[in-house]
T-cell receptor, first 118, second 111 residues
Framework: GAGVSQTPSNKVTEKGKYVELRCDPISGHTALYWYRQSLGQGPEFLIYFQGTGAADDSGLPNDRFFAVRPEGSVSTLKIQRTERGDSAVYLC????????????????FGEGSRLTVL | RKEVEQDPGPFNVPEGATVAFNCTYSNSASQSFFWYRQDCRKEPKLLMSVYSSGNEDGRFTAQLNRASQYISLLIRDSKLSDSATYLCVSRGGTGGFKTIFGAGTRLFVKA
């Protein structure tokens, strides 16, 4: 499809398990963002990539969270030893930011991956 | 202190009303500002960019005051379909594109 695709759309796991969330951005978008959103809150910045490298990972809450984007397209957010407090919707967005001729740098979001840690 | 702060509301207004939302940001190096709209259980979508000179898009007007680090959104002639959460967004600083969202302001427009 033409939009940002996130999988899985829903993930239920047990405390202490490992989880991977995948984001497939809009083709050609060099910038990719991960956010976490809890009920009643705005999207909380986690990390963003420009190409393959993490340009800013200051929002990752602790070392249980890690994200990669090895080929500059698809990204995976990895959460180790999940905790109940990790339950949230994880949103991915991509943008043409940094591309020659990019306009507003609008962020295009996927529908999110809802993570529930029991 | 959060980098982008908004009044969470909710704002309950009748159809046809004018409503204004305010937002402040703490990073003076931020370079770009936006308003996004988020419907219930949906992803955020860009409503409009915010420029220092102020900009208007139909019933929506956005203003930026860099000296006060303050951003506003004015909605005139509110419609039922305007009911949503409005997210204030800042981007940039130190040459990067880190994009920070506020907690959002909820708007309910009633018939």
């Amino acid at each position: 499809g033409a939009g940002v695709s996130q999988t899985p759309s829903n993930k239920v796991t047990e405390k202490g398990k490992y989880v991977e969330l995948r984001c497939d951005p809009i083709s050609g978008h060099t910038a990719l963002y991960w956010y976490r959103q809890s009920l009643g809150q705005g999207p909380e910045f986690l990390i963003y990539f420009q190409g393959t490298g993490a340009a800013d990972d200051s929002g990752l809450p602790n070392d249980r969270f890690f994200a990669v984007r090895p080929e500059g397209s698809v990204s995976t957010l990895k959460i180790q030893r999940t905790e109940r407090g990790d339950s949230a919707v994880y949103l991915c967005a991509s943008s043409g930011l940094g591309l020659a001729g990019a306009n507003t740098g609008e962020l295009f979001f996927g529908e999110g991956s809802r993570l529930t840690v029991l | 202190r959060k980098e982008v702060e908004q009044d969470p509301g909710p704002f309950n207004v009748p159809e046809g009303a004018t409503v204004a939302f305010n937002c402040t940001y703490s990073n003076s190096a931020s370079q770009s500002f936006f308003w996004y709209r988020q419907d219930c259980r949906k992803e955020p979508k860009l409503l409009m960019s915010v420029y220092s000179s102020g900009n208007e898009d139909g019933r929506f007007t956005a203003q930026l005051n860099r000296a006060s680090q303050y951003i506003s959104l004015l909605i005139r002639d509110s419609k039922l379909s305007d009911s949503a959460t409005y997210l204030c967004v800042s981007r940039g600083g130190t040459g990067g594109f880190k994009t920070i969202f506020g907690a959002g302001t909820r708007l309910f427009v009633k018939a």
